[in-house]
């Protein structure tokens, strides 16, 4: 084990600036990479570590993200949904790859004020919000003042802060289109609606019946988050209806998960007397019975997005909102 103090001392003994010995184990900035192992190699051989506190106190940096998950639409939703544990491990990947740390939190808004809060904390470098949830205004309204941020939601004409997400329109529509492709004329819309969001994939399911000329017969079935009361709202519903729907589009796939259980209870046949399909494309939905169909909206794509649109911000871009277009995952649920 070495007795090499700091910086200045390694750097003597590499021969080489402290500048060089910085670039090099952080993997930033111009250092050949036969230096830059030399370097490693040595540090390594040596057990020297920077201190990384020092470095952030000089260039005012926490080598951290803030991910927050707003939750004013439904506060009995939590980080173990299967769509937020997705996502966030995707974030840590594609922020890992750039040294970064991430520090994750739930937020039960009871104010406008709770994002002016978090980015007064100094714990964090930038902020990626994951969803808008019904904070639309609030996070429009902090992006005039704070650039370091990247939303994942939907977008609408005149929005301010940058966003990514998929084209929830477009996916209602897939997901309505593949249904009536496969047969179905009565078809129901299941799971929340508050949100952009949620609102603009019923919107799509709506523009395809209205062409198709079954508007009179959509049915929605509104829903919690949470999976366990999504299931319960939908088991109620479908119990007390005269005449099921034979194709329902569900808003995420955790309400498709619901639904495929509520069916199941009832002994309703999925696909034969039911066709079910999701949006969001989870690893988790592979695995249920029958497999799901999905609306896929390329969550890992998605992440490394907000990434490196955070990154160009933190750098002091003023970067555009990017749309991903869905697609179909096909399984058997339909």
């Known amino acids: 084990m070495s007795n090499i103090k700091n910086l200045k001392e390694f750097a003597q ?13 952080s993997g930033t900035g111009r250092v ?9 190699t040595l540090a390594d051989r040596l057990g020297y570590q920077p201190n990384v506190t020092a470095r952030n106190l000089r260039t005012q940096r926490t080598m951290t993200v803030g991910v927050l998950v ?11 949904d299967p769509f937020f544990n ?5 974030l840590a990947d594609a922020l890992s790859d750039h040294g970064y740390d991430l520090l994750l939190s739930r937020v039960l808004p009871k104010s406008d004020r709770w994002l002016d809060r978090y980015i007064g904390s100094g714990k964090v470098d930038g902020i990626i919000v994951i969803g808008q949830s019904t904070e639309f205004a609030v996070i429009e309204t902090v992006s005039r003042r704070y650039l370091p941020m990247v939303v994942w939601g939907g977008q609408v004409s005149g929005q301010h802060h940058c966003s990514v997400g998929s084209d929830n329109r477009a996916g209602g529509i897939l997901a309505a289109r593949h249904l009536i492709e496969r047969g179905c004329r009565r078809i129901a819309f299941a799971g929340p609606t508050r949100g952009p969001e949620f609102g603009e994939r019923l919107q799509g399911v709506k523009q395809v019946l209205h062409e198709q000329g079954l508007s009179e017969t959509l049915i929605e079935l509104p829903s919690h988050f949470e999976p366990e009361a999504a299931f319960a709202d ?22 498709a998960i619901g639904v495929l259980r509520a069916l199941q209870e009832l002994q309703v046949d999925v696909p034969g007397r039911v066709k079910v399909i999701g949006y969001d494309g989870l ?19 998605g992440a490394g997005l907000m990434v490196e ?5 933190l750098a002091g871009e003023a970067t555009e909102s990017r749309m991903i277009a869905p697609n179909l995952i096909l399984r058997s649920s339909t």
Do not use: K, Y
Request: glycine share 8%; charged share 20%.
């Open 13 to 25: 003994l590499a021969g080489v600036s402290t500048a060089t010995i910085s670039r090099a184990l």
């Open 32 to 40: 050949s990479e036969e230096t830059r192992q030399r370097i490693a």
């Open 70 to 80: 707003p939750l004013g639409h439904e506060a009995a939703q939590h980080l173990s």
């Open 86 to 90: 997705t996502m966030t491990g995707f």
């Open 234 to 255: 939908i088991l109620a519903q479908l119990d007390g209806i005269a005449e099921l729907p034979d194709g329902i589009v569900a808003g995420s796939d955790v309400t």
């Open 283 to 301: 690893p988790v939905g592979a695995q249920v019975s029958p497999p799901l169909t999905t609306v896929d909206q390329q969550l890992r794509r």
């Open 309 to 313: 649109l955070l990154l160009r911000r």
